[in-house]
């Protein structure tokens, strides 16, 4: 059947892998249709770099702008996945602007949705940054959420807009609480977390990487392929199946810092390891501190998700794309 699936943020790595995916194999719908081959429309901001694709177009597209982002919603949509955000560093630094895209862009999103194509499914992402430090772990969807970053409002308003959305019937919105991606591919971002990738992904490259925490601090992991393998999975769960709030914490690791080195350290030698300089930035401390390491992800696997199976994976994962 014909149909397209917009993907916002389509050109950053998730949104590229995830549409890689798509192209490749097709994606189900919670009503159980399949299309085999749509249409897929990658939202990105001007001068990005696009992946070559078959099927796949290109729209430069400033997700806060609700006029912009109405006019280009096709009426044939099926699916939007909503990846576009500012990441949790930047959001700290400029809040008008994490204002605008985090929670503007999620609300033209929404609303384009449901006055285009009433109804149809918005497959969003959340990060764990929606909690405090505070709450007693193992989180589950039923703690309260209290961020304490400008990343972490900013998603979890976002949250709360999709689910009055569901409510109300008008999108079939549902949030996707992600942890921490890594080993992301490309370079250093403005995330916090963008460490978590660099202390693999540089040294495997023979390039210094700083650590800005101290390496007993934990962290919630999952690999990029468990990421995208979320992504597309949660449109393929039954609308009647998903959970009223729309959000759901996506299966990690709890890994330690500590623990990633020497996993690098056994694999790759000592000599890449030691491109690791230990380095505190308390701007990294004080939001990456905040964020919770242990989640209970029962009601996500009793919807079909899988996490990744050990800290192994991840790594067999960041030795392909060196």
Not at 180 to 192: H, I, L, S
Not at 232 to 250: E, L, T
Request: charge should be negative; charged fraction near 20%.
């Amino acid at each position: 059947m014909a149909g397209c699936v917009v993907i916002t943020g389509g050109c950053g790595f998730l949104g590229a892998a995830l549409a890689k995916r798509i192209a490749e194999n097709g994606v189900s719908l919670p009503d159980g249709r399949f299309l085999d081959a749509p249409e897929i429309h990658l939202w990105d901001r001007p001068n990005t770099f696009v992946p070559a694709l078959p099927n796949t177009s290109f729209h430069a597209i400033d997700i806060a702008d609700r006029s912009a982002v109405l006019t280009a919603m096709p009426d044939d949509t099926v699916l939007i996945y909503h990846l576009a955000a500012i990441v949790s560093g930047q959001a700290e630094a400029g809040y008008d602007l994490g204002m605008q895209v985090n929670l503007g862009g999620t609300n033209a999103i929404l609303e384009a949705a449901k006055t285009v194509v009433p109804g149809v499914p918005v497959i969003g992402t959340s990060s764990l940054a929606v909690y405090g430090c505070d709450a007693t772990e193992p989180l589950t969807e039923a703690t309260e959420i209290q961020p304490q970053n400008t990343y972490g409002v900013t998603k979890a308003m976002a949250e709360l807009v999709m689910a009055d959305y569901r409510r109300r019937g008008w999108v079939d919105a549902r949030t996707l609480r992600l942890p921490t991606v890594t080993v992301r591919p490309g370079k250093p971002n403005a995330a916090a977390s963008s460490f978590a990738s660099a202390i693999i992904r540089e040294p495997l490259r023979g390039m210094p990487a700083i650590c800005p925490v101290d390496p007993d601090m934990a962290l919630w992991v999952a690999s990029p392929d468990a990421a995208v393998a979320a992504l597309c999975h949660a449109q393929s769960v039954a609308k009647d199946d998903w959970p009223m709030f729309g959000a759901v914490n996506v299966p990690g690791l709890r890994v330690q810092v500590a623990d990633m080195i020497a996993a690098l350290r056994a694999r790759a030698g000592d000599s890449t390891a030691d491109l690791i300089e230990m380095k505190p930035d308390q701007r990294i401390i004080d939001i990456v501190g905040t964020w919770p390491t242990l989640f209970d992800t029962s009601l996500a696997k009793s919807l079909g998700f899988r996490g990744d199976m050990g800290l192994d994976m991840i790594l067999d994962q960041a030795f392909l794309m060196k």
